[in-house]
């Protein structure tokens, strides 16, 4: 599906700079993790940070092709493919969706309105607790469950997918429709252009620091 991994450019690092160190540990702690996830395999990735209760988290990643852009080439309203990445907790015996950062994708454009998790998905297990947690309310493009809200979660979703657009090509974003948590989330990364966002360069995000920062909490 994707053959070579692209980053976007780090001109605040230097790799291996006396001055900069705890800078260049992050980006290579950032890298190893952007292997991991390159694939969008759907694959569960143990990350090292825990909930507040002490739970494992867990991340997995989804790229999956638009089965209606298929039957229906032409028809411009209809996205190539979904990405869907899911926030888990718990172990083995327990594990059970946290959170999710839902997108559309459109050739170079990726766009966050609603959730997408009611297209047909791999019957893997985790996979299958996903319709059951999320199918019950009309919810927006980014969701965290309100008993694990407020512990970086949905920012280290939203990072995860700007990473993940880096790699693949994704050049803009637009945000439909924001609700206020979404907007001071994004107020964060340096994007601050109201509730409604259209076609934002991804590369033109100030926060590229946070973007890494964050992610290291999560897997370093």
Same mark, same amino acid.
């Given at each position: 599906m994707f053959s070579e991994i692209k980053?976007?450019? %780090? ?15 992050? *980006? ?9 996830? +390159? ?12 909930? *507040?209760?002490?739970? =494992? $988290? !867990?991340?997995?990643?989804? +790229? *999956?092709? &638009?089965? #209606?852009?298929?039957? %229906?080439?032409? !028809? ?19 594990? !059970? ?11 170079? #454009?990726?766009?966050? &309105?609603?959730?997408? %998790? ?7 297990? !985790?996979?299958?607790? *996903? ?12 969701q965290v469950d309100p ?20 790699? #693949? ?5 637009? $945000?439909?429709?924001?609700?206020? =948590? ?18 934002? =360069? ?14 290291? &909490?999560?897997?370093?």
């Amino acid at each position: 599906m994707f053959s070579e991994i692209k980053r976007f450019p %780090h001109d605040d690092y230097a790799l291996g700079a006396p001055t900069q160190l705890s800078e260049a540990d992050t *980006l290579q702690k950032v890298y190893k993790f952007e292997d991991t996830i +390159y694939p969008m395999d759907g694959e569960l990735i143990p990350l090292t940070r825990r909930t *507040l209760d002490g739970e =494992p $988290l !867990h991340l997995a990643v989804r +790229y *999956l092709p &638009s089965a #209606h852009r298929e039957k %229906h080439p032409r !028809h411009a309203a209809n996205p190539e493919h979904f990405m869907l990445v899911d926030m888990y907790a718990g172990d083995d015996t327990n594990i !059970h969706p946290i959170g999710y950062s839902d997108w559309k994708i459109d050739g170079d #454009h990726a766009i966050a &309105s609603i959730s997408y %998790h009611s297209v047909p998905l791999p019957a893997t297990p !985790h996979e299958e607790l *996903l319709l059951p947690k999320w199918k019950q309310i009309n919810l927006k493009g980014l969701q965290v469950d309100p008993d694990y809200q407020g512990q970086g979660i949905g920012m280290f979703m939203q990072c995860v997918s700007l990473r993940l657009f880096a790699m #693949h090509d994704i050049t803009t974003i637009t $945000l439909v429709d924001m609700l206020e =948590p979404s907007k001071r989330l994004w107020q964060k990364l340096g994007l601050d252009e109201g509730y409604h966002v259209v076609r934002y =360069p991804v590369e033109e995000l100030p926060n590229q620091l946070l973007i890494d920062e964050t992610i290291k &909490s999560f897997v370093g």
